[in-house]
T-cell receptor, first 115, second 115 residues
Framework: SQQGEEDPQALSIQEGENATMNCSYK?????LQWYRQNSGRGLVHLIL?????REKHSGRLRVTLDTSKKSSSLLITASRAADTASYFC???????????????FGTGTRLQVTL | KAGVTQTPRYLIKTRGQQVTLSCSPI?????VSWYQQTPGQGLQFLFE???????NKGNFPGRFSGRQFSNSRSEMNVSTLELGDSALYLC??????????????FGEGSRLTVL
């Protein structure tokens, strides 16, 4: 089952506007990551935020994490047509200290950026 | 540095057949994870291998199996194929395994169609 739920499921904006996607999860995490996927392709890692961090930036990306609300948001500023893709949050939760953990993906947000 | 390579990229099988998918991780990466992606279920974790040992397994039937070789290359096998096995199978590699799971590097996937 999915760990995370993303909101909205689909988002359509014009080039130059900002896009905000939200992710909620259910159990305590070690870190949360955001990935991007162009249609039918593999996923590309965007950014990782650890459970003791509240905000992180990378270029036009800004990620926030609120562990008390079990939620995260991804903001893409000044969007471009090339940002059109699906965006997934993925959570890492420790199963046993020092042993296997895994990435559990959310349902994804489909972003469409039009000219 | 070469990325994660998955073969074949596309394949068509009929119900009851079996299939083997291959994944070559990035050089130096010892962890390989497999995911199944379908429109209905999203990205579902199949299993993770680290140093030739299966470290974690998702909730899939025993028809789904995998292995990892000493050079970190991995294969997954699906036996007695069902229509519902039609999906994009994604392989991802990473340097570390366990509680420090960081960025995953994904291949382009193998798209399996079961007729």
């Amino acid at each position: 089952s999915q760990q995370g739920e993303e909101d909205p499921q689909a988002l359509s904006i014009q080039e130059g506007e900002n896009a905000t996607m939200n992710c909620s999860y259910k159990t305590s995490i070690n870190n949360l990551q955001w990935y991007r996927q162009n249609s039918g392709r593999g996923l590309v890692h965007l950014i990782l935020i650890r459970s003791n961090e509240r905000e992180k930036h990378s270029g036009r990306l800004r990620v926030t994490l609120d562990t008390s609300k079990k939620s995260s948001s991804l903001l893409i500023t000044a969007s471009r047509a090339a940002d059109t893709a699906s965006y997934f949050c993925a959570t890492v939760h420790v199963i046993n200290t020092g042993t296997a953990s895994k990435l559990t993906f959310g349902t994804g947000t489909r972003l469409q950026v039009t000219l | 540095k070469a990325g994660v390579t998955q073969t074949p990229r596309y394949l068509i099988k009929t119900r009851g057949q079996q299939v083997t998918l291959s994944c070559s991780p990035i050089s130096g990466h010892r962890s390989v994870s497999w995911y199944q992606q379908t429109p209905g279920q999203g990205l579902q974790f199949l299993f993770e291998y680290f140093s030739e040992t299966q470290r974690n397994k998702g909730n899939f039937p025993g028809r789904f199996s995998g292995r990892q070789f000493s050079n970190s290359r991995s294969e997954m096998n699906v036996s007695t194929l069902e229509l519902g096995d039609s999906a994009l199978y994604l392989c991802a590699s990473s340097v570390e395994q366990g509680a420090n799971t960081g960025e995953l590097f994904f291949g382009e996937g193998s798209r399996l169609t079961v007729l």
